[in-house]
C-alpha cells in the first residue's frame, strides 16, 4: 500500500462545514381542553355506556 499524499487526503475528506448547534426544535405541544382532540364523528361519552369498542391493529 502506498502512501497517500497530504492533499489527496484533504480531497477525499467530506466538504461539510461544521456549524454551530442550533436550539432544539419540535413540534409545540397543543393547548387542548381534554387532552385530545376531538372529533365530531366520534361516540358521544353518554352513549358509550355498554359499549365494548375493541382495539385494532
Given at each position: 500500500?502506498?502512501?497517500m499524499?497530504k492533499?489527496?487526503?484533504?480531497?477525499?475528506?467530506?466538504?461539510?462545514?461544521?456549524?454551530?448547534?442550533?436550539?432544539?426544535?419540535?413540534?409545540?405541544?397543543?393547548?387542548?381542553?381534554?387532552?385530545?382532540?376531538?372529533h365530531?364523528?366520534?361516540?358521544?361519552?353518554?352513549?358509550?355506556?355498554?359499549?365494548?369498542?375493541?382495539?385494532?391493529?
Amino acid at each position: 500500500m502506498t502512501r497517500m499524499s497530504k492533499q489527496g487526503e484533504r480531497r477525499a475528506v467530506s466538504h461539510r462545514r461544521r456549524r454551530a448547534p442550533s436550539p432544539k426544535t419540535g413540534p409545540k405541544r397543543d393547548n387542548l381542553e381534554f387532552g385530545y382532540r376531538i372529533h365530531l364523528n366520534g361516540l358521544n361519552p353518554d352513549s358509550l355506556a355498554g359499549r365494548f369498542i375493541p382495539k385494532v391493529r
